[in-house]
């Protein structure tokens, strides 16, 4: 089996999610990653907790399939060595604090006119520019920045998603852009500066709810466990405590929903006839979704649903994911090393059926630092 990147070298300087996952899903399809990490304890998530063998659940998750090499990019020697590497890299990734990479020389736009073959990719919080572009960004503060805050959780209880949509989304534009990146380098014969901003991307995630504002003026309100644009959409509790979520996102799909729970008067009221109108009587149309959800089982809820063609879930816990059927059955999970044993860790979303993918180990902290120095040395002093 092949691996699409197989020959690529990316080279980065890294922390927390956004860049991380970036180049551990180029890992996966076979780049060779080396992950350069400041000497005085490395990437500061390795150290969040310990519950992987010793490494943290944060930093195993992010790095498996890495080579980890620490240098002092501030001092003359490994910052010479560190462009040795670049000089022969395809890819530079980085996530350092506002203007970090410009005190050390190293700045997107001076690398670009050293290695024009680079492909540079330099994410921020704010992006270049404006009043924000000097300002630290983590998930919270770009989901507070964003808006996304606002329209989760309840009204006057605005809440965090729970997995750092801010930093994840930000990964997936660099991911995906890089791919864009080498595939226009193999046509042009050089590379690009890439610039991406985490409020840009959550100022894209938040798109509807953005028309909505601007053609209507007026802000949405947080709906729980539902989405402010779409009624009946939702969870509810069951007859044997469990909870089930289910709702309609087309007119038609609500026809087929009152014809399940036994209400097909319903297609006679008016001021429930439309999706917009059905948003304004969401209470109204949760009680009578919640009723009929409270006189049935799960399984009963899921199978009706199923019949009638509308879309239903289990809620589950993290518990429930990691021993989810559909993961185990189709076999998504794998097992990778980490320095302290071997850990089960999820294959890559997105593979062709004919590619492998990487299946690297967590790297200790500077476990490469060696070999890389031996391989980009110069002359006997290096």
Wanted: with cysteine; net charge negative.
């Amino acid at each position: 089996m092949s691996r699409p990147l197989d020959g690529i070298t990316v080279v980065s300087m890294e922390q927390a999610i956004s860049a991380p996952l970036a180049t551990r899903h180029l890992a996966d399809l076979g780049a060779r990653v080396i992950k350069v990490e400041q000497p005085r304890g490395g990437d500061s998530t390795r150290h969040y907790d310990s519950v992987v063998h010793g490494t943290s659940a944060h930093f195993t998750w992010l790095n498996y399939g890495k080579e980890s090499v620490a240098l002092d990019v501030r001092a003359d020697d490994d910052r010479a060595l560190l462009r040795r590497i670049l000089a022969g890299a395809d890819v530079f990734v980085s996530n350092l604090a506002p203007g970090a990479l410009g005190r050390l020389g190293l700045g997107p736009d001076t690398l670009y006119r050293e290695f024009p073959q680079l492909v540079i990719v330099d994410i921020s919080g704010y992006g270049r520019g404006g009043p924000l572009d000097h300002k630290r960004a983590y998930d919270l503060l770009v989901q507070a920045e964003g808006g996304v805050c606002s329209v989760t959780g309840f009204p006057g209880r605005p809440a965090k998603p729970g997995v750092p949509v801010a930093d994840i989304g930000t990964a997936m534009y660099v991911y995906s852009t890089v791919l864009a990146a080498l595939f226009e380098r193999e046509k042009t014969g050089t590379g690009a500066v890439i610039e991406i901003a985490m409020l840009d991307v959550i100022a894209e995630y938040m798109g509807f709810l953005l028309n909505g504002q601007i053609h209507t003026g007026t802000s949405p309100e947080p709906v729980g466990m539902g989405a402010p644009i779409v009624a009946p959409y939702s969870a509810y509790p069951t007859r044997d405590g469990q909870t089930a979520v289910l709702g309609t996102t087309s007119d038609r799909e609500w026809l087929r929903l009152i014809e399940m729970i036994g209400r097909p008067e319903l297609a006679d009221a008016e001021h429930l006839t439309r999706n917009e109108d059905r948003v304004a009587a969401r209470a109204e149309v949760d009680e009578i979704v919640g009723a009929w959800c409270a006189e049935h089982t799960l399984a009963e809820i899921q199978e009706c649903a199923d019949a009638a063609g509308i879309g239903n879930a289990r809620y589950n816990t993290v518990a429930d994911v990691v021993a989810h059927p559909q993961l185990k059955e189709r076999g998504r999970w794998r097992q990778i090393q980490t320095p302290g044993g071997p850990s089960p860790a999820l294959l890559p979303p997105g593979l062709a059926r004919h590619w492998e993918a990487g299946a690297g180990a967590v790297p200790a902290f500077g476990q490469h630092t060696d070999a890389v120095r031996a391989e980009f040395a110069v002359g006997p002093s290096a």
